[in-house]
């Protein structure tokens, strides 16, 4: 095992907890350069640091394992470049999304409840196609959702090069109001 670390030293220098080396080596996006048949020990090169700390840096950029997997296996910068700049898109709408929740927030700090609510009507609409995302959150982790889900939406339109037509749309599904549990669906 000369020129191997075990896991614990590895984790130290990669600065990635023993926890995320095992769940990207399950993963398949960092593997162990060797691992001990008798015990299952993991034992990493010192030359992977460099892999594990691209890992590390765009997780800290909240990029999905999925995207950092095709990430990695892309050797063109170009498509490289793509794929970080559908995700800025993404926190690009969570930014705007938490950027609006703060303005509320200054409206009812201020006094005035209902500051930007919109009156409510019901319209009969023609039938439409949309690109959706349904998604189950409590209510105290909405925003984050709502961010979330519109970044992916925003981010598959970018990487398709199609626009929406109209404003989004959220839909809350379900008979009745559980703050435990909103069943959301937001389309564009």
């Known amino acids: 095992m000369k020129g191997l670390v075990p896991i614990g030293r590895f984790s130290k220098v990669a600065r990635l907890s023993v926890k995320a080396l095992r769940r990207y080596d399950e993963q398949g996006l960092l593997r162990p350069a060797l691992v001990d048949r008798d015990t299952g020990y993991r ?96 209510l105290a982790s909405i925003a984050a959702a709502v961010g979330e889900a519109f970044g992916a939406l925003y981010g598959h339109l970018a990487r398709s090069s199609a626009r929406p037509v109209g404003p989004p749309l959220a839909l809350y599904h379900g008979a009745e109001f559980d703050p435990d549990d909103l069943y959301v669906e937001l389309c564009l």
Do not use: K, N, W
């Open 43 to 138: 034992y990493y090169a010192l030359s992977q640091a460099l892999e594990a700390e691209r890992i590390r840096l765009l997780r800290s950029l909240e990029l999905p394992l999925e995207e950092i997997r095709r990430f990695l296996a892309v050797p063109d910068p170009a498509a490289r470049r793509a794929l970080l700049r559908a995700h800025g898109v993404r926190l690009e709408a969570r930014i705007a999304e938490q950027r609006r929740m703060l303005d509320r927030l200054d409206a009812l700090a201020a006094g005035d409840a209902l500051a930007d609510a919109a009156p409510v009507t019901l319209a009969d609409v023609h039938e439409q196609q949309v690109l959706s995302r349904r998604f189950r959150t409590p």
